[in-house]
C-alpha cells in the first residue's frame, strides 16, 4: 500500500535543502559554509530517509512503550552524535555554492594579498599557502561548475581561522560575475514538484495525513 506519510517524512527535508541549494545558485547569489556547517545541512536533508529507513527498521518498541512519545529524544540525540562525530572527525573544509574554482581561488588569492600572509600560489594544482595562519589550502571542484570546496591539507584548522576565511570569502565573492548559463535549475524544479505533489497528497487525504503521524510518533 502507498504510505503517503512516509513518503513526506523523506521527501520534505531533502526537498527543502534542493530548494534552498537550487534558488541559490539559479539566482546567481553566493552560500559560503564552513566543513561542519555543510554536513549539519546534509545531515538535516538526509534526516527524513533516516527516520524511515534505519530508526524505522531498528526501532526501539520495548522503549516505546514505556517513553510513548518521548522515545525520540534518545533517538534525536544518538543523531545529533553521529552528526557531531563526522562534523569533528572529517578533514577541515570550506564549501562555497554559487562560484566556480576559478572564482574561488582568486578570492583567496586576493584575501591572502589584502593580510599580507600569502606565500605560495600554485594556479595549476589549485594550492596556496597563507602564513598568516599557517595552512595550506587545495581548491577542488569542476571547472565551470559553480559548487566548489576549500580543503585544507592540515588535519586540524582553528575554528576561528576558518570562520575568518569563511567570512572573507562571502564577502570578496558576493557580486562577481555570475556563471552563465545559470546553473541549480535541476535541484530547483525537482524539489518545486515534489513539494506540489506532497502537498496535492495531502489536501486531499488531510485525516489519514494526521492520522498516520499520530500513529507513527505515539506507539
Known amino acids: 500500500m502507498f504510505d503517503a506519510f512516509a513518503l513526506a517524512v523523506a521527501i520534505i527535508p531533502l526537498s527543502s535543502y534542493l530548494l534552498v541549494l537550487g534558488t541559490i545558485r539559479v539566482l546567481g ?11 549539519v545541512a546534509l545531515f538535516m536533508a538526509m534526516s527524513g530517509f533516516v527516520v524511515i529507513g534505519p530508526v524505522e527498521l531498528f526501532f526501539p518498541r ?6 510513548h512519545g518521548y522515545v525520540w529524544i534518545p533517538i534525536l540525540i544518538l543523531y545529533v ?17 554559487g562560484r566556480s574554482p576559478e572564482q574561488v581561488f582568486e578570492a ?32 577542488e571542484g569542476i571547472r565551470m561548475h559553480d559548487a566548489t570546496s576549500v580543503l585544507f591539507l592540515e588535519s586540524q584548522v582553528l575554528p576561528s581561522t576558518l570562520e575568518n576565511l569563511t567570512t572573507a570569502l562571502q ?30 497528497i495531502a489536501a486531499s487525504e488531510p485525516s489519514q495525513m494526521v492520522a498516520s503521524l499520530r500513529a507513527f510518533l505515539f506507539r
Open 29 to 39: 547569489k553566493t552560500l559560503v559554509l564552513t566543513g561542519a556547517r555543510d554536513w
Open 62 to 67: 520495548a522503549a516505546a512503550a514505556i517513553l
Open 81 to 97: 552524535l553521529i552528526m557531531l562525530l563526522v562534523c569533528l572527525t572529517s578533514r577541515p573544509r570550506i564549501v562555497v555554492y
Open 108 to 139: 583567496l588569492r586576493q584575501v591572502g594579498s589584502e593580510t599580507g600572509g600569502l606565500v605560495k600560489v600554485e594556479p595549476e594544482s589549485g594550492i596556496l599557502v597563507l602564513d598568516g595562519p599557517k595552512v595550506h589550502m587545495r581548491v
Open 171 to 200: 564577502r570578496k565573492l558576493t557580486g562577481t560575475g555570475v556563471i552563465r548559463p545559470r546553473q541549480g535549475w535541476g535541484m530547483l524544479l525537482s524539489s518545486l514538484a515534489s513539494l506540489g505533489i506532497l502537498v496535492a
